[in-house]
């Protein structure tokens, strides 16, 4: 098997036992970036050098006798809105084009001292908003099973990096779906854990109360590596759920036997026909290994999108009003500081961008916060009392990622139904909080993959996992 | 004090806001050092400037210093959170200031003046500060005209408590003792310098004018009032302007202004009419804050005397009035305990307010001298043993040595009273050799007094009791 | 590019007028032309059109949801780190002076 096709955990294995090298790793890495990337864009920008000077230390370390750590020698590829010390930062767009933050979010300290090698920062919508990764202010990402379609988004350059084999595993932040839809779309595993598990200390925000960091990998196996190390809690992350790093791995083995498994019956209907098939094979695959399908209904869910695009543009409002030409990024000189405000704001964002903050701003402006603002929380709270109620009778839900399959970049402006149906199951994971992730089983349309759904009530991803991992067995 | 304050047939409405500085070691949700007067931008964080993907977290000092704040001024501490207040302005980096808005941490308080007049105090709140602009180019560092400006960040993040007054201030003379007692009060809780001029304590005052029984005018809001006697002054120019707008039948706008300092009046800053839309919402990076009863029980437990009780009980150790000069300015000062140590070492304790006033008080210096020192000089004193002016002599030596034995120092100088009949004898002596003077003292002048005094005083080489002295004179004139 | 669903709308507005999105506009700090203005009507009021979904909802009695974990009484000590680097910070900005951030006069800021 060719480097780039060892799982994360069997190179960190040999790495840490000595018998491979983390540079060799890298190298098989870095030649798949350099046969393939000006095809697919994953990468805003590739660390070669960087990555090198880690992947050395890595093996130093272990000629020393010194343990370099869980994920030693894993190329690794992060999303390009979590801050790297000295390495450009751009979320994808003009406004913050060339800054390098004078710090490590986070999970890129926890990564590094895990001993991965960061290979480089990964395309995304800009600042996150967006399904296709097409709204980029440095172009879009392609998907490597077929170049003439989107890899999905936001994260869609952290998903095209490890399906193209960029990188071994990755990490992306999911809004709205903004992990699991191009997992899915890219045939790679994505999870969106709990809100609060993993820091977002050193991740941009776009809405802070939905935003979370998630992995990406080939194999089940893999992501449960990966967000066993970058969860825990961090007290310089206020929302941080007060617990220890999640235990997965041990998980994996365990089998589904006696799990009740959600089909939910009232959820929104055109998905392409293959998608449906994928996911009733899905349930008969759960129901071989011993699970039981239980029917729940979640009412609300439809309300999902409206609360979503409410929600997430006010606080995405806020979050961006700092972009404003005085401490750092863009800015385009003007007379007075209002002007230059007004014009760096105009010129740095995108079309896309700027539409959410209008919509954020108007949903929080004085008379129309109790309209839309205040009414879209309690649709929140609605849409999480259904979860409650259905994860009294069943242990997971099970359901389609994306209701379809990878689409041509640029045919979906024209197509306003399937795209609004894209993240129409991701959305109400966001807003309860819960984890939810999404796992590559079998091809629809074109021979494209397609990906089902886990979700699990809040720090559920242990069952999670456990179903993630018979559904992996179950499409094979 | 007690009749009500008019001007030209108007009453004054006026309620402060004070924003103070807390004295924390770092900022309300980072960990850069709140510290003044350092180089510009060198307490900055990611969460100071406001940089990508930054994140706040409470610092726990600055809630416990806000609720002694509030426990002082009798709020009620309640379970509370944080909002964004969003606004553009360059020195405020994230575009947001993280405040308290609907759910405050101290509600429902109030300060008692030094007359006795409380003075209600609707909310104190946590915010952060902001950033300084300094303008440059232009007239004398005014942001008009001026070229550009620049941004300094140590001050940004700093924690502040808001302190809402409510409009129960009717006088400037009652606002200017709000801002004092509520000074008073922060420094002895430890809560803040509170240092007006340094910016540390800032003052806003709404200020509106009515005719007696009459509802509630416009109000307008004073701010950049950076003393004390300067809020008394632009409480006092916009009352005046806002009753002669209305004599002459126009409406107040209810507006900002900036008081100048300069001119002596207030200018529109901005207008309500387009009034701010700053979309509060609750801050999604914080979460809520419910201090346990058994927290805010400590901290009550841990507040010391306030100003107000310690000038009652210094009041009723020495006899002088609460609100009289001694007992404010020597509380205020914070040497009353010293003065009772004084009294408590065997000393006439009223003597000792007088001594620590004018010594040190006044001064503006600290006590030095052991309470033992002081003690056994004013005891000197109050038993004839040193006249009034010997006794000064030395307790300036006492005061400049930082201490000293009394009875040593007033030996060493021949410092001993003189007997009744040796005064007796040279106040007769004095008698004859100024037969003028002692002429027209007989004869009703009064002023001729002096210059008898003087002569006993000199020929005493000071030894003598100017109290005594006098006494001897009235009695040989026979009135 | 989901919003993009809800752009197709070519019926007038009716839900936010232009005056409107020019005041959204200014408080958010973004210059618009007279073009993104009659757009961005267009585009907010398709948008809002498809939020009337849920005025039907009885919300009455529903507690708003603005935290998905609840977590109460987070903070830290009162200990002092070291600041960032004056320089590096100050070499990223736009403009800087005299150890300071510069900016343009500041004037217009209101409303
Ligand atoms: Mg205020
Ligand atoms: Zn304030």
């Known amino acids: 098997m060719s480097l780039t096709e060892t799982s994360a955990f069997e190179i960190a294995a040999e790495v840490r036992a000595g018998r491979l090298r983390a540079v060799d790793v890298l190298d098989a890495h870095l030649a798949n970036v350099a046969a393939r990337e000006s095809e697919i864009h994953a990468f805003n920008t590739v660390t070669a050098d960087e990555a090198r000077r880690s992947a050395e230390a890595v093996d130093a370390a272990v ?34 084009d060339g800054w390098k933050p004078p710090y490590d979010a986070t999970v890129v300290e926890l990564v590094a001292n895990a001993g991965a090698v960061v290979v480089g920062k990964t395309n995304l919508d800009e600042f996150a908003m967006g399904s296709s990764t097409e709204n980029s202010a440095f172009g879009p990402t392609f998907n490597p099973h077929d170049v003439t379609r989107v890899a999905g988004g936001s994260s869609g350059g952290s998903a095209a990096a490890v399906a193209a084999r960029f990188a071994s595993i990755s990490l992306g932040s999911d809004t709205g779906g903004s992990i699991r839809q191009p997992a899915a779309l890219c045939g790679v595993v994505g999870v969106k854990p709990t809100y609060g598990t993993v820091s977002r200390r050193g991740l941009v925000a776009f809405a802070s109360s939905l935003d979370q960091i998630g992995p990406f990998s080939h194999d089940v196996r893999d992501s449960a590596l990966l967000l066993e190390v970058i969860s825990g809690h961090d007290p310089l992350d206020s929302t941080s759920i007060p617990q220890p790093s999640l235990q997965l791995l041990s998980e994996l083995d365990r089998g589904v036997k006696g799990l009740r498994i959600g089909r939910i019956t009232d959820l929104p209907g055109g998905s392409e026909p293959e998608v449906d098939e994928r996911l009733s094979e899905a349930f008969d695959a759960l129901a071989a290994a011993g699970a039981t399908i239980v029917d729940v209904e979640l009412p609300s869910m439809k309300f999902g999108l409206t609360a979503y695009y409410l929600v997430a543009p006010a606080e995405a409002s806020s ?28 010129a740095g964002f995108g079309d896309e961008v700027k539409r959410r903050i209008m ?118 | 004090m007690s009749e009500t304050f008019m001007i030209e047939g108007y009453e004054l409405v006026c309620g402060l806001e004070v924003h103070v500085e807390l004295a924390t070691a770092t900022k309300l949700f980072s960990a850069s050092a709140n510290r003044f007067g350092d180089e510009p931008n060198v307490h900055i964080d990611p969460v100071t400037l406001g940089l990508p993907g930054a994140l706040p977290v409470l610092n726990r000092r600055a809630v416990e210093l806000a609720m002694r704040i ?19 302005y360059p020195d405020m980096p994230k575009a947001y200031q993280i405040s308290q808005y609907d759910q405050p941490l101290n509600i429902d308080g109030w300060l008692e003046l030094p007359g006795g007049k409380r003075i209600g105090v609707e909310r104190a709140h946590l915010e952060e500060d902001t950033g300084k602009s300094t303008h440059i180019g ?52 430890g809560a803040s310098d509170a240092k007006m001029e340094e910016g540390s304590m800032r003052c806003d005052a709404n200020v509106s004018v009515r005719k007696p029984g009459d509802p509630l005018g416009t109000r307008c809001e004073i701010k950049n009032v950076n003393s004390v006697r300067s809020l008394g002054r632009a409480i006092e120019y916009e009352a005046r302007r806002q009753i002669a707008l209305i004599e002459s039948g126009e409406k107040i706008r209810q507006e900002t202004r900036h008081w100048d300092e300069n001119d002596g009046r207030t200018h529109t800053l901005r207008s309500k009419e387009d009034a701010d839309d700053y979309r509060y919402f609750l801050e999604p990076d914080l979460v809520p804050l419910a201090p346990e009863k058994s927290w805010i029980d400590e901290v009550r437990a841990s507040l010391p005397m306030l100003p107000r009780e310690r000038r009652q009980r210094l009041s009723a150790a020495t006899g002088a009035a609460a609100d009289g000069e001694a007992v404010m300015v020597v509380v205020e000062r914070g040497q009353d305990d ?80 003189m007997d009744t009949s040796e005064l007796e004898a040279m106040v007769d002596d004095v008698i004859a050799s100024n037969a003028d003077a002692w002429a027209k003292y007989c004869g009703g002048e009064d002023k001729a007094m002096g210059a008898l005094v003087g002569a006993i005083m000199k020929s005493s080489k000071g030894k003598a009791d100017g109290k005594a002295v006098t006494a001897l004179l009235q009695a040989k004139r026979g009135s | 590019m989901l919003v993009g669903s809800f752009f197709v709308s070519d019926h007038p507005s009716v839900r936010i007028s232009a005056d409107a999105v020019a ?24 948008m809002l059109e498809h939020f009337a979904d849920i005025d039907a909802l009885d919300l009455a009695d529903v507690e708003p949801m603005t935290q998905p974990y609840p977590l109460v009484n987070v903070m830290r000590d009162d200990v002092v780190a070291p600041s960032l680097d004056r320089d590096e910070v100050l070499a990223a900005a736009p403009a800087a002076e005299d150890g300071r951030f510069r900016v343009p006069p500041i004037i217009g800021l209101e409303g």
């Open chain 1, 63 to 96: 000629a020393a006798g010194r343990d370099p750590g869980p994920l030693a020698g894993v190329p690794i590829a992060l999303k390009d809105n979590m801050c790297t010390r000295g390495v450009p930062t751009t979320c994808s767009s003009k406004i913050l």
């Open chain 1, 319 to 346: 979050n961006l009003a700092r972009y404003d030409g005085v401490r750092y990024g863009m800015r385009v000189e003007a007379s007075d500081t209002n002007a230059m405000y007004m014009a760096t704001r105009a």
């Open chain 1, 359 to 476: 919509l954020g701003t108007y949903a929080l402006s004085a008379g129309y916060y109790d309209a839309y603002y205040g009414k879209a929380l309690k649709v929140r709270r609605l849409i999480s009392d259904d979860f409650a109620r259905a994860y009294e009778k069943a242990d997971v839900l099970v359901t389609p990622t994306s209701p379809i399959v990878a689409f041509p970049v640029g045919s979906k402006v024209d197509d306003p139904l399937s795209m609004y149906l894209c993240d129409v199951f991701t959305i109400p994971t966001n807003l309860a909080g819960h984890p939810a992730m999404s796992v590559p089983f079998g091809t629809g349309a074109h021979g494209l993959p397609v990906g089902v759904q886990v979700l699990a009530p809040t720090l559920g991803e242990a069952v999670m996992f456990r179903v993630a991992a018979e559904l992996e067995r179950g499409a094979r």
């Open chain 2, 70 to 88: 509030g426990l002082a001024l009798n709020c009620t501490v309640q379970p509370c959170t944080f909002h964004r207040k969003n606004y553009f």
């Open chain 2, 138 to 189: 232009g007239s004398g560092g005014r942001i008009h005209g001026s070229d550009h400006s620049l941004i300094d960040f140590n001050r940004a993040g700093v924690p502040l408590v808001e302190i809402v007054g409510r409009p129960d201030i009717t006088s400037p003379d009652e606002a200017r003792q709000y801002v004092t007692e509520l000074r008073q009060i922060l420094v002895a809780i």
């Open chain 2, 338 to 417: 010293y003065v009772l140590a004084v009294g408590e070492a065997g000393a006439d304790v009223a003597r000792a307010l007088v001594h620590v006033k004018e010594a040190y008080a006044e001064q503006g210096s600290e006590p030095t001298v052991p309470a033992a020192d002081l003690a056994r000089l004013i005891s000197m004193e109050t038993s004839g043993a040193l006249t009034a002016t010997q006794a000064k002599t030395v307790l300036a030596e006492i005061v400049e040595a930082g201490g000293g034995d009394a009875t040593a120092i007033a030996a060493a100088k021949g410092f001993e009273a």
């Open chain 3, 23 to 46: 005041k959204v506009a200014r408080l958010a700090r973004l210059d618009v032309t007279p073009d993104d203005i009659a757009r961005l009507t267009s585009q907010l009021d398709g």
